[in-house]
């Protein structure tokens, strides 16, 4: 499903990304875990392109996201991404930020983009606020609209940069219960997360980074009770 | 009754009345395609294209650096002189304040633009929209609001502004005063009146802008 080959990026003469392999496969859940400033954000946002790769590849569903001849927009559309900040449109309402793409994009009509959203906000178990701005959502409640928006393209992948980093802990629960149902249907995930315990029990495969490599990676398995490389060892010991 | 009327505060009105019409018809209609100016050369000013960006500062610097009164008689005069041809005053009169109104909104809705966090360009990039579609339903609706109490302002100044048309002989309500009180030798008495026309607009416009600026919270 994605294919990331030497993969570069700098900021300036900051070099945060310096040359990432990786593959993605469909249905996979990949969790990336790593210390603040190991690059893992970049890595996730280069996935879909927020951020302009400096060097190396990146295929994307088959295709090359370097191609300069690509659509972009195209690509995006099927390539979900959920924000640690959730990003949510706060002049529209929770229905109207989740129909958004699938009236500008998909040209569907109002209610048909309404029973594509719906059904999604009950599945994140909001239905009965439809009608209400962002403001009057717990952030919990936002990060829900938040994935919700992003399902109503249909995406093939869904990218999470620290879904729950910003909210308070007693609101991460239902966030990552979404985010596992998601899972076990069988979507295609990559999650920026310290989240451990979510890495563990529903990552099929965890990446550990550092200073903008991949230092390690496995099964949460292998990662979390034998990790091999000693920076993984120390960054567990810090975080479990 | 009668001797209200017949004072030498009231009969300047009609000439004055007349005059404001022109005052109001140049700031709504020179704020109309000032704003379409402004809007623009704002964005201009956000682009990561040198060129539009070179362009739009250059105006913006160029209209602000320099006094309104000049750009007037640039306009009416200058441009006159350049293209050959025989400019009409309220012609004029609405391109100077479109001119000038467009380099000072430029700067509102920049500054309105750049204050939406930028998530919000990325989430709606995130979703697919191009940056077009994503400006047009998500940055501007935001960004429009906050422009709202700045371009209430820019409204009682270019409102004031017109006051210099009376230099090229506009009849808006300065020059409309003029030429009454040098027949009648009244300034005083018909000043006043101006006066109190301009703030009969210009202090309910700005206790309504404070009140949209408190509900708006921005």
């Keep these: ?240 | 009754m009668e001797v209200f009327l017949n004072s030498e505060y009231i009969k300047p009105m009609p000439y004055l009345l007349e005059g404001l019409v022109y005052t109001l018809l140049i700031t709504f209609a020179g704020l109309f395609f000032g704003f379409i100016i402004g809007a623009f050369t704002g964005l201009g000013r956000l682009s990561k294209n040198k060129f539009i960006y070179g362009l739009s500062s250059v105006y913006v610097e160029v209209i602000r650096g320099t006094p309104l009164l000049a750009q007037i008689l640039f306009i009416y005069f200058g441009l006159s002189q350049l293209m050959d041809i025989n400019m009409h005053k309220l012609v004029a009169a609405i391109l100077a304040i479109a001119l000038n109104a467009g380099a000072y909104i430029a700067e509102i809705v920049r500054g309105a633009v750049h204050s939406i966090d930028k998530g919000q360009m990325e989430a709606g990039r995130s979703i697919g929209l191009t940056k077009g579609q994503t400006m047009r339903y998500i940055i501007w609706p935001q960004a429009f609001k906050r422009m709202i109490p700045p371009l209430g302002n820019q409204f009682v100044i270019s409102l004031k502004d017109t006051s210099l048309f009376s230099a090229i002989a506009v009849g808006e309500m300065v020059y409309k005063a003029k030429t009454y009180y040098a027949t009648t030798f009244t300034p005083f008495e018909t000043l006043t009146m101006v006066c109190v026309l301009y703030l009969l607009i210009t202090i309910p416009t700005s206790i309504y802008l404070r009140r949209v600026e408190r509900r708006l919270d921005v």
Excluded: W
């Excluded at chain 1, 991949?214 to 000693?230: A, R, Y």
């Design chain 1, 1 to 240: 499903m994605i294919q990331v080959k030497d993969l570069h990026k700098s900021f300036g003469k900051l070099e945060v990304l310096k040359g990432i392999d990786a593959e993605i496969k469909e249905k996979e859940v990949v969790c990336v875990i790593g210390p603040s400033g190991s690059g893992k954000s970049t890595f996730l946002r280069c996935l879909n392109l927020l951020e302009e790769v400096t060097s190396g590849e990146v295929y994307v569903d088959g295709e090359s996201l370097t191609d300069p001849k690509i659509d972009i927009n195209s690509i995006r559309s099927r390539v979900g991404m959920v924000f640690q900040h959730f990003n949510l449109f706060p002049h529209m309402t929770v229905l109207e930020n989740i129909t958004l793409g699938p009236r500008k994009i998909k040209g569907y009509t109002d209610a048909q983009a309404e029973a594509v959203a719906l059904p999604l906000l009950e599945k994140v178990g909001l239905s009965d606020k439809a009608r209400v701005y962002p403001e009057s959502l717990s952030g919990g409640q936002k990060q829900r609209v938040a994935i919700a928006r992003s399902l109503a393209m249909e995406p093939k992948v869904m990218l999470f940069d620290e879904p729950t980093s910003a909210l308070d802990p007693e609101l991460v629960g239902d966030v990552l219960q979404v985010m596992k149902d998601l899972a076990s249907e069988g979507m295609t995930m990559v999650v920026v997360t310290h989240e451990m315990g979510f890495a563990k029990e529903v990552g099929d495969r965890v990446i550990f980074m550092d200073e903008g490599i991949v230092m390690e990676e496995g099964s949460p398995n292998q990662i979390f009770e034998d990790p091999q490389n000693s920076r993984t060892q120390s960054f567990l010991s810090k975080v479990l």
